[in-house]
């Protein structure tokens, strides 16, 4: 039983980057794709060509519409919205109910909602805020402010600017990053030394969105201020702005003077997650009101000033929104903190934010002085609703116009994107690298030139079709979404930028590749399962059967040794155990905590025994060729179980199936 128990929790290891990530994380695309429509699935109607006008009337209509049918459509409780424009409320109002169960309604001015990744933009306020004051260079050594060290790696050293734009080089850590029971809860400080990440890509030149990163530079606001992070934010921000329904507490305080919105994975007839604890706290730990989230934007659209009170000099600002970090210039930048998203146009900066329960997106477009704000507080929230909602919200107020026009490239360029990718936002060295495995796109193009990645796919759940507007930039055909291939010293293609700026897909090696590692671990893991099935029959007959006398093998055969059969029974329990756990917990897996420490020291133990007797299996299906009084397909058999015990080794050893217990 124990066996199997540990066996199932190493689908972590295997399925655990799922939906506790923060902002758009995908391989390809940035943006989770969305998923096959049913038939009977209900789509909004299409927007009629033609700008309307932005005002209250069309708006109410507008979101009356679309609103409710993504309630209803994606099983949400309930979502708060607020539209502004030139200083002016447009739309401010609650839909659905912040508690199913007692059908309590969503109110925009009074209900929080937990906001996620939102929290960065916060942090990176303050960061400048105390840059004005001379108290931190974004530029220095982010150690300088830390009592604990960032390990040294590539020579170079990370700094608060390589933290705003993501080019950090951490990898992605999970471990404690979401935790519903307080009792798991550990400081800011603990956090971040408990589970410093690997670096994986020198500073500063390769975009890996990092929560760790952001997290650093809360804690170094922390440091150099002299405050809790928590009541910075509250002194420094929410105060002066009159933001009183906002907090980064985490639950708020009891006296607090808003009441927080249940939060439900997917079903909401199931109970709720309860409220879901972010760390590190600077870079999700923020729960705020519709309203309060306008005094925000409206500060940030009047250069960093609201009704007389300044948070931010208009050049600071001016600083924090020019582009840092940009593929290609016909893609949108990274800026510091905050990230652009275009279309037709428009160049929405903000962020985006994601917990299991709640997803939002908070945008202000400068040119148009329009902000936008839209939360949801249930899991189907994630994926369609938020895209469909930005999307749509720019067709109709802000048309585009002019036709798409493609060039015709030679095949060889037009090739040279082909091949296998992933995220450069994984984990390598953690026990969440076999996640890897399942996150690889494959980008092909066909001969009429027209490029697909069959995991990237648009609203309606169609594959996107590609087709290139220049050389190396490729765009969607009938839509604005766009690729950009990044070619080496040698001119191969090594990684793709897209419209998240955040992340870039990062070629695969041909050993690492998805398609060849899982077909390899899937044979040897076959061929021993015959071995189970063999010995299985055989014991079988022997109990059902025992008056006959067990058949002797024939001449030159030898049964497979105890070790080896031992090999093949623990792989099978091992892997077979993996599946098995993942399906039984479907999407109520959450993120590991403390909790899960036994459990991944018995996985080792498990995978240690499998390692030791296969290690036997191998000297035996080596040796077995020295004799000669052996039939060749007994040879054969003994070196098929050797092989798949030596796969699903370095399997194991390689995809951090067996390692520290902590790092995940």
């Known amino acids: 039983m124990h066996l199997f128990r540990a066996a199932g929790f190493s689908a972590l290891l295997v399925f655990s980057s799922l939906s506790w990530a923060q902002a758009p994380q995908t391989t390809l695309p940035a943006t989770p794709p969305a998923p096959q429509p049913h038939p009977e699935e209900k789509t909004p109607p299409a927007i009629p060509s033609g700008r309307h006008t932005l005002d209250q009337a069309d708006l109410q209509a507008f979101f009356d519409g679309i609103i409710p049918l993504q309630l209803e459509r994606s099983d949400i409780a309930g979502a708060s919205v607020l539209v502004m424009k030139d200083g002016n409320v447009l739309l401010q109002k609650g839909y659905g109910y912040a508690d199913w169960k007692n059908k309590t309604p969503v109110d925009p001015v009074t209900t929080i909602f937990r906001l996620a990744s939102i929290s960065k933009l916060f942090t990176w306020v303050s960061i400048m805020q105390l840059e004005e004051q001379g108290k931190v260079d974004i530029d220095a050594d982010v150690n300088r402010y830390l009592d604990f060290q960032i390990r040294p790696a590539f020579g170079q050293p990370v700094t608060l600017r390589n933290l705003m734009t993501h080019t950090g080089g951490f990898e992605e850590e999970s471990r404690d990053i979401i935790i519903t029971d307080p009792k798991w809860k550990v400081s800011l400080r603990d956090f971040l030394i408990q589970n410093q990440p690997r670096r994986l890509f020198p500073p500063g030149k390769i975009p890996a969105y990092s929560n760790y990163g952001v997290g650093l530079a809360s804690y170094v606001v922390q440091r150099v201020s002299g405050e809790p992070f928590e009541q910075y934010e509250k002194e420094h921000i929410f105060a002066p702005l009159g933001m009183t329904h906002s907090t980064f507490y985490q639950p708020p305080p009891k006296a607090f003077p808003a009441t927080p919105s249940e939060g439900y994975r997917g079903n909401t007839e199931k109970p709720p997650v309860g409220f879901e604890i972010f760390n590190p706290v600077g870079a999700g730990g923020l729960s705020s009101t519709a309203a309060d989230m306008g005094r925000f934007g409206q500060a940030l659209l009047n250069g960093g000033e609201l009704e007389g009170t300044r948070i931010l000099k208009p050049e600071t600002l001016a600083a924090m929104w020019t582009p840092q970090f940009q593929a290609n210039p016909k893609l949108p930048p990274q800026c510091m903190g905050f990230y652009q998203t275009w279309r037709n146009g428009l160049h929405w900066i903000g962020h985006e934010g994601d917990l299991i329960a709640f997803h939002s997106l908070f945008f202000v477009e400068s040119k148009e002085k329009v902000l936008l704000f839209v939360s949801y507080n249930s899991a189907g929230g994630g994926r369609k609703p938020r895209p469909e909602i930005i999307n749509m919200f720019s067709d109709r107020y802000y048309p585009a116009d002019g036709k798409q026009v493609f060039v015709n490239l030679s095949r060889a360029e037009l090739t040279a994107i082909e091949g296998t990718y992933e995220t450069t936002r994984r984990s390598d060295s953690t026990r969440l690298a076999p996640g890897n495995l399942f996150e690889q796109g494959t980008a092909t193009v066909d001969k009429d030139g027209v490029l697909r990645v069959p995991d990237f796919k648009n609203l309606r759940g169609h594959t996107i079709k590609w087709k290139p507007i220049a050389k190396d930039l490729w765009q969607e055909i009938d839509g604005q979404e766009r690729l950009f291939a990044i070619r080496d010293d040698q001119g191969t293609v090594v990684r793709l930028a897209y419209d998240f700026p955040g992340v870039q897909a990062q070629r695969v090696s041909w050993y690492e590749n998805g398609k060849y590692v899982m077909s390899a671990a899937g044979a040897s893991l076959g061929i021993l399962a015959l071995v189970v099935i063999a010995m299985v029959l055989r014991t079988g007959r022997r109990i059902f059967l025992r008056r006959r ?58 995978t240690a025994l499998a390692l030791v007797f296969s290690v036997f299996a191998i000297i035996s299906g080596i040796s077995v060729w020295r004799r000669g009084d052996l039939r060749r397909i007994t040879k054969v058999k003994f070196s098929l179980v050797a092989l798949a015990c030596l796969v699903l080794s370095w399997f194991a050893i390689h995809w951090n199936i067996i390692g520290p217990v902590k790092r995940i």
């Open 549 to 606: 006398p067990r058949p002797a093998p024939q001449p030159g055969t030898r049964w497979l040794p105890f070790v080896t059969k031992m090999a093949a029974w623990i792989w099978v329990a091992l892997l077979g155990g993996t599946f098995a756990f993942f399906a039984a917990q479907g999407d109520d897996l959450n993120p590991p905590t403390p909790a899960w420490d036994k459990w991944f020291y018995l996985l080792n133990f498990v």
